[in-house]
């Protein structure tokens, strides 16, 4: 079974500008969760979202933004870019999106804004 | 505002040791308590996890520690390994909701 998949792996971009990164969950898989890793941060959940629907948000302004496909793929956008975004961000699927559910992480996208 | 507290930071064993990594939490709604293992280049994956119903759980060489009263959980690497050398997260939430709320995360580096 293929693993959670995300797209780019790298990405470098200016001030101001916008990015979307894409995440594919595994086969079968109808949650999807972002998160924010940086260091000395952790991971910050950013939101999830299960058969195109926004269940929860974390506590980002709302430059992040989201969305799910009927193929349960996810993408995620932040619009006017900061220094302060550059991070890795990961997604998570899992079949229902509870906790005790095992959420299965991909490698990230790593971004960096100049 | 970081719901979960993780400690240390860091820390280093040698090969054989014992490896213990401490996180507390203010939240009591919070009922499930997993740990995540991170290494470079991956993404976190669920290493094991448990319920405030138990006061410990073992696996392998894995084991957690949880007590409610303190509303503390930790996480014990018996006879480390190089292997083991990574960064682990505990994490926190309510049975009843769809995120979780990590630790900052502790970078274990195991010398063989």
């Known amino acids: 079974k293929a693993g959670v998949t995300q797209t780019p792996r790298y990405l470098i971009k200016t001030r101001g500008q916008q990015v979307t990164l894409s995440c594919s969950p595994i086969s079968g898989h109808r949650s999807v969760s972002w998160y924010q890793q940086t260091p000395g941060q952790g991971l910050q959940f950013l939101f999830e979202y299960f058969s195109e629907t926004q269940r929860n948000k974390g506590n980002f302004p709302g430059r992040f933004s989201g969305r799910q496909f009927s193929n349960s793929r996810s993408e995620m956008n932040v619009s006017t870019l900061e220094l302060g975004d550059s991070a890795l961000y990961l997604c998570?699927?899992?079949?229902?999106?509870?906790?005790?559910?095992?959420?299965?992480f991909g490698p990230g996208t790593r971004l960096t804004v100049l | 505002q970081q719901q979960v507290k993780q400690s240390p930071q860091s820390l280093i064993v040698q090969k054989g040791g014992i490896s213990i990594i401490n996180c507390a939490y203010e939240n009591t709604a919070f009922d499930y308590f997993p740990w995540y293992q991170q290494f470079p280049g991956k993404g976190p994956a669920l290493l094991i996890a448990?319920?405030?119903?138990?006061s410990e759980k073992k696996e392998g060489r894995f084991t957690i520690s949880f007590n409610k009263s303190a509303k503390q959980f930790s996480l014990h690497i018996m006879d480390s390994q190089p292997g083991d050398s990574a960064t682990y997260f505990c994490?926190?939430?309510?049975?009843?909701?769809?995120?979780?709320?990590f630790g900052a995360g502790t970078t274990v580096t195991v010398r063989a």
């Open positions: 998570a699927s899992s079949a229902t999106g509870m906790p005790t559910d095992t959420q299965y």
């Open positions: 448990i319920r405030p119903d138990v």
């Open positions: 994490a926190a939430s309510p049975l009843d909701d769809y995120k979780l709320s």
